[in-house]
């Protein structure tokens, strides 16, 4: 008599079961798997917002503490300057810019950022004030002056004189102070000495400002053109050197800044985006950047982007409140404003240099 055997393995019944249990299993560690996700992209798109404007904060911040130094008669502040640079390929033209320790651009809306210009010198020696003794007899005459104590080789020189164009030129020799009123500045070819001179032939009321061997004229902006590449980036022109523009911080999407006016007693008296009545009146500008997260947060199950439901706003340390308007921020192609995080970073920085020039 032969024994019936019983078949092995899984009935068709239990393999539905393990299909259902391992359906079940795989959405839990799919939803915790995107519950995680979402808040390493919050913690992540923070930090990327954090250190992108504190590095804008810093940069800005520290131009703006040094604003002015070099520049060391008042008198001459406002005018506009040109120069030449061969340094760079074809030669530029520099310029006209506006002589001015810190100069804001308003961006024209609340929707727009500003733009700020810083100049100051990069001399390591205390510059001072140099006045020409001798008129130019052509914008390639040598200048002849009272005291050349601290031009060297290479510095950039900047010439001034009341109802004329200021202009950029380039020492080609360190002066050997001698005979009072007979200290000569070379003024032969060189980068910012182009062949025919620069600029018209000043007489012996101009002065000479020592802006050191890479002087700083820096124009921070922020590139908010979709179609040009770092979008959304703090920028900086160099007006002087290289006339290039590069980025400074990415992910930067406002800049809005304010002058503070002296009110006559040497305080600030009121804060203000228009220009100045006179460029000695500014005592400190106020800064504001905001930055924001480098990837957009997901949609609510509506379709509604509601990671930030207003634009931020700061208030200053005298109780008055700078509202920010962050509408116009998003590119065609992204996901509204609202998708996104936004820290907002702001500094006072006193134009020290400013306060001390002598008029």
């Known amino acids: 008599m032969k024994r019936r055997t019983h078949q092995t393995g899984f009935s068709l019944i239990e393999i539905l079961v393990s299909t259902v249990v391992a359906m079940f299993a795989t959405l839990v560690v799919m939803q915790a798997f995107a519950v995680s996700e979402g808040y390493r992209r919050t913690a992540t798109s923070g930090g990327d917002a954090s250190f992108s404007g504190t590095l804008g904060t810093y940069v800005l911040d ?31 033209a520099i310029g006209p810019f506006t ?62 004189q009341p109802g004329q164009p200021c202009t950029l030129a380039e020492a080609t020799n360190t002066p050997t102070n001698g005979a009072t009123n007979q200290n000569t ?89 228009a220009a100045p009545a006179t460029w000695q009146s500014v005592l400190a500008v106020r800064v504001v950047l905001v930055a924001r997260s480098a990837k957009p947060e997901k949609q609510n199950s509506a379709g509604q982007c509601v990671t930030t439901l207003a634009s931020p706003s700061v208030t200053w340390d005298d109780g008055t409140v700078t509202q920010l308007d962050l509408s116009g921020t998003a590119a065609p192609t992204e996901p509204g404003w609202q998708c996104y995080r936004y820290r907002v970073f702001h500094v006072t920085s006193s134009v020290r240099n400013l306060i001390w020039t002598p008029s």
């Open 62 to 92: 520290r131009d703006l503490r040094i604003a002015g130094y070099g520049i060391n008669n008042a008198n001459y502040l406002g005018c506009q300057v040109s120069g030449s640079d061969s340094g760079v390929t074809p030669a530029a």
């Open 185 to 273: 500045i070379k003024h032969a070819a060189a980068r910012y000495n182009p062949a025919g001179g620069m600029g018209p032939n000043y007489s012996a009321s101009a002065v000479v400002m020592d802006m050191g061997p890479a002087p700083i004229a820096n124009q921070y902006w922020i590139q908010n053109n979709p179609a040009l590449p770092n979008f959304d980036t703090l920028m900086v022109n160099q007006l002087i050197a290289d006339q290039a523009s590069q980025p400074v911080a990415a992910n930067i999407v406002m800049l809005k800044a304010m002058y503070g006016i002296d009110n006559g007693t040497g305080t600030v008296g009121a804060w203000t985006v």
């Open 99 to 160: 002589l001015a320790p810190v100069q804001i651009a308003f961006g024209g809306n609340a929707q727009q950022p500003d733009s700020i210009t810083v100049i100051s010198s990069n001399t390591d020696m205390m510059p001072g004030v140099i006045n020409l003794t001798t008129g130019l007899a052509s914008p390639t005459s040598d200048y002849v002056v009272t005291d050349a104590y601290g031009v060297n080789q290479g510095d950039v020189l900047l010439l001034a």
